[in-house]
């Protein structure tokens, strides 16, 4: 059945290591999302995707890195330059990426620093 | 910049009662869209319900309702025949309508935490 799939559910970051955590869905939408979620706090935009091979900043990118290659697949890395990466993230997608279109969510995961 | 407020961090109802959670948002914007998303435990956002601003009649889905005041920028969702599985954190979100990506982002308030009374 169709979706957002996100993994890992859990991931543990050592001080100066890259993660990588994946978001794939196959409802056929172009548009891709990631937010962070911190305690007490709603969901701030990283990164989004309106379309394949193109990819622009939202409003808290600095520390992170995205591609979209396919079009089901929106990976996010957050990088070493991240010095606080421990957040609930979130992966969204939509049909288009006009104000008209739902958003829809994965399950998240959670990154935890060592 | 728009933002979205959300004044009540907590509520709580009684099994099968009715509850109203509030929103206001602010914006210059003519064309624009409003969410209500209910996180539970699991932390997966789930969409309840959407308003689109050009809509006058109120959107409404099974027992979850919302009361918009376009003039007041007032946007809020009641909830009828509460059930323990409503119990949950709700955020109210905006999206503008006009252009793509960042410009129509998601924007979201703080959040409600709804706790069911059996």
């Known amino acids: 059945d169709g979706g957002i799939t996100q993994s890992p559910k859990y991931l543990f970051r050592k001080e100066g290591q890259n993660v990588t955590l994946s978001c794939e869905q196959n409802l056929n939408h172009d548009a891709m999302y990631w937010y962070r979620q911190d305690p007490g706090q709603g969901l701030r935009l990283i990164y989004y995707s309106q379309i394949v091979n193109d990819f622009q900043k939202g409003d808290i990118a600095e520390g992170y890195s995205v591609s979209r290659e396919k079009k089901e697949s929106f990976p996010l890395t957050v990088t070493s330059a991240q010095k606080n990466p421990t957040a609930f993230y979130l992966c969204?997608?939509?049909?288009?990426?006009?104000?008209?279109?739902?958003?829809?969510f994965g399950p998240g995961t959670r990154l935890l620093v060592l | 910049a728009q933002t979205v407020t959300q004044s009540q961090p907590e509520m709580s109802v009684q099994e099968a009662e009715t509850v109203t959670l509030s929103c206001t948002y602010d914006t210059s914007e003519s064309d624009y869209y409003l969410f209500w998303y209910k996180q539970p435990p699991s932390r997966q956002m789930i969409l309840v319900i959407r308003q689109e601003a050009y809509k006058q009649q109120n959107a409404t889905e099974n027992r979850f309702s919302v009361n918009f005041q376009k003039a007041a920028k007032s946007f809020s969702l009641k909830i009828s025949d509460s059930q323990l599985g409503d119990a949950a954190m709700y955020f109210c979100?905006?999206?503008?309508?006009?252009?793509?990506?960042?410009?129509?982002?998601?924007?979201f308030g703080t959040g409600t935490l709804l706790a069911v009374q059996p």
């Open positions: 979100a905006y999206r503008g309508g006009l252009g793509g990506g960042a410009t129509n982002k998601l924007i």
């Open positions: 969204a997608s939509s049909m288009g990426g006009g104000g008209r279109e739902t958003q829809y």
